[in-house]
């Protein structure tokens, strides 16, 4: 016996292209994480203020705009639009 469609979210393409797309940028950010403050050790040689200000950085735009920012985009029709252009933001 096979569920039907409504049933089974993967087997929605719109959901999949969802999930593909979250996992690259979950998966992007991850890296940054751990990829950008090991630069910045071994390459500028940053001391425990210097990487504290750039771990600081990473995380103020969380910090300072998620709950504006969430109020606003429940309220817009434009989700998946704010989506990508936040994604492309946080790749730049």
């Known amino acids: 016996m096979r569920l039907p469609t409504e049933a089974r979210p993967l087997a929605r393409p719109g959901f999949r292209r ?3 797309a979250q996992t690259v940028s979950v998966l992007g950010d991850q890296v940054s994480l751990l990829a ?3 630069t910045a050790v071994l390459t500028l040689h940053l001391t425990a203020a210097g990487m504290g200000l750039l771990t600081f950085a990473g995380y103020a735009p969380h910090l300072l705009l998620s709950l504006l920012a969430g109020g ?14 936040a ?3 946080r790749a730049l």
Do not use: A, E
């Open 18 to 20: 969802f999930w593909t």
């Open 36 to 38: 950008l403050p090991l």
């Open 72 to 85: 606003w985009i429940d309220r817009s029709s434009r989700r998946r639009l704010i989506m990508i252009t």
């Open 87 to 89: 994604d492309v933001g």
